[in-house]
């Protein structure tokens, strides 16, 4: 089932999320229900906050950044995975810019700052623990989705200034001003 996805301005996206167990009340829909959504919206990740859930929970699924041919990406080809409870444990190298975006945030598109080293420790959807190191992209989409479960958009990785030169814009995505093809839920 597609579910909406919170936009901006939302309260629930500046919580940070909470650790659940295997017990969670129907964990694997959630999961399901978070890709099948994910994709409707044309999406590398989403995080559960994103659908209205303050816990630490995200999927990714970064195979849409590899074309044909494209041996830069090529390592994210089978890159799909579901975090449950996750924690960085580690963030290393020279801080990169590329450009976010984020469903919640639709038609803002910014180069944020990142490290591309990480290793992270979480479960996977069996609640099966792995500690796990990525890099590059890889690094880069877990790292945003991590920053919804813990209450930061990538809007707060901007300077002060270009965040007041975005305010209007997300004014209007707050008010719901916003015109996309996936079915969003604007604050109250």
Known sequence: MILPIVAYGDPVLKKQGTDI???????????ANMFETMYAAHGVGLAAPQVGRSIRLFVVDASAFVEEGDDEYAMLKDFKKTFINPHILTEAGAEWAFEEGCLSIPDIREDVLRQPDITVRYMDENFVEHTESFTGLAARVIQHEYDHIEGVLFIDHLSPLRRRMLKGRLSNISKGKISVDYRMRFPQ
């Open 21 to 31: 167990d295997a017990d969670y009340p129907g964990l694997a829909e959630l999961i």
